[in-house]
Nanobody, 126 residues
Framework: QVQLVESGGGLVQPGGSLRLSCTASRFTLDYYVIGWFRQAPGKEREGVSCISSSGGSTYYADSVKGRFTISRDNAKNTVYLEMNSLKPEDTAVYYC???????????????????WGQGTQVTVSS
């Protein structure tokens, strides 16, 4: 059973930064494409950023380009989402997800993504 755990969420002021982490228990993330998604109240879940298994290919939603950076450390079995210059509209529950044998574009479009974490709340407010 693929189990993903997100951490690093919290309350931050506009313009601030947070780093989210996604780790896996009892399996290795090495061969999985990993994506970060978010869902704000009353809105649909959207793909934020995705990274290939090797880390060589990434995808970012237009709304976060230049502010968010996705990375992975396969030795630590962890994927990160560094979020800078946060805005109130970034407030949402953030989820990580994993799927093998998929492109980063398809991953962020949530095409047949099966494995999801429980989510971590990010609130950007003064």
């Amino acid at each position: 059973q693929v189990q993903l755990v997100e951490s690093g969420g919290g309350l931050v002021q506009p313009g601030g930064s947070l780093r989210l982490s996604c780790t896996a228990s009892r399996f290795t993330l090495d061969y999985y494409v990993i994506g970060w998604f978010r869902q704000a109240p009353g809105k649909e879940r959207e793909g934020v950023s995705c990274i290939s298994s090797s880390g060589g290919s990434t995808y970012y939603a237009d709304s976060v380009k230049g502010r968010f950076t996705i990375s992975r450390d396969n030795a630590k079995n962890t994927v990160y989402l560094e979020m800078n210059s946060l805005k109130p509209e970034d407030t949402a529950v953030y989820y990580c997800a994993a799927e093998p044998f998929i492109t980063v574009q398809a991953m962020c479009a949530m095409t047949s993504v099966r494995y999801w974490g429980q989510g971590t709340q990010v609130t950007v407010s003064s």
